[in-house]
T-cell receptor
Framework: DGGITQSPKYLFRKEGQNVTLSCEQNLNHDAMYWYRQDPGQGLRLIYYSQIVNDFQKGDIAEGYSVSREKKESFPLTVTSAQKNPTAFYLC????????????FGQGTRLTVV | GNSVTQMEGPVTLSEEAFLTINCTYTATGYPSLFWYVQYPGEGLQLLLKATKADDKGSNKGFEATYRKETTSFHLEKGSVQVSDSAVYFCALNPNAGGTSYGKLTFGQGTILTVHP
């Protein structure tokens, strides 16, 4: 079945460590996105990519980094510079032009211990 | 810029009650509009969408009509069930069908709890 797979579902990180969240899609979508969700709040855009080897900062990019070496993959690294990384992270993809909805993965819950 | 404003929650209803969750938007051009639903601990699922003015999106008994004159996309359901308890997000894509890829802009979400 086509879809978006995020892994792991739960992730624990010690303070000062970098950690990478995986996002893979087999929908042949051009655009991919990372959102952060905090309790009781909406989604805030971290980074997005419209094409392989290109990505742009979203609204809250500080302390995060991404890469887009393959169309199917858009990993997110939460660096030690992110002061409050505990959150629910959602990856999404969309076809882009003319097909506007985004499809979401199941999310990764990151907790700093 | 683009923005989406949803009615503040949480919303608590009894089973079989009528549901309305208000959503208004600000955007240039002709955006596409969406409602997404999020069940506890999961990602977002597309509930329904509308791509032009006066379109009505519908799915699983939920409906929303794209009203350009009032810049609104209110979600309605005639008779809610306990299983509808979730968080509902209104969203827009400002560049649907255009020459640029659009980024989704989300409202803050509305928590719905339905009691038996």
């Amino acid at each position: 079945d086509g879809g978006i797979t995020q892994s792991p579902k739960y992730l624990f990180r010690k303070e000062g460590q970098n950690v990478t969240l995986s996002c893979e899609q087999n929908l042949n979508h051009d655009a991919m996105y990372w959102y952060r969700q905090d309790p009781g709040q909406g989604l805030r855009l971290i980074y997005y990519s419209q094409i392989v080897n290109d990505f742009q900062k979203g609204d809250i990019a500080e302390g995060y980094s991404v890469s887009r070496e393959k169309k199917e993959s858009f990993p997110l690294t939460v660096t030690s510079a992110q002061k409050n990384p505990t959150a629910f992270y959602l990856c999404a993809s969309s076809m882009g032009r003319g097909l506007a909805e985004a499809f979401f993965g199941q999310g990764t819950r990151l907790t700093v211990v | 810029g683009n923005s989406v404003t949803q009615m503040e929650g949480p919303v608590t209803l009894s089973e079989e009650a009528f549901l309305t969750i208000n959503c208004t938007y600000t955007a240039t051009g002709y955006p596409s509009l969406f409602w997404y639903v999020q069940y506890p601990g999961e990602g977002l699922q597309l509930l329904l969408k509308a791509t032009k003015a006066d379109d009505k999106g519908s799915n699983k008994g939920f409906e929303a009509t794209y009203r350009k004159e009032t810049t609104s996309f209110h979600l309605e359901k005639g008779s809610v069930q306990v299983s509808d308890s979730a968080v509902y997000f209104c969203a827009l894509n400002p560049n649907a069908g255009g020459t640029s890829y659009g980024k989704l802009t989300f409202g803050q979400g509305t928590i719905l709890t339905v009691h038996p």
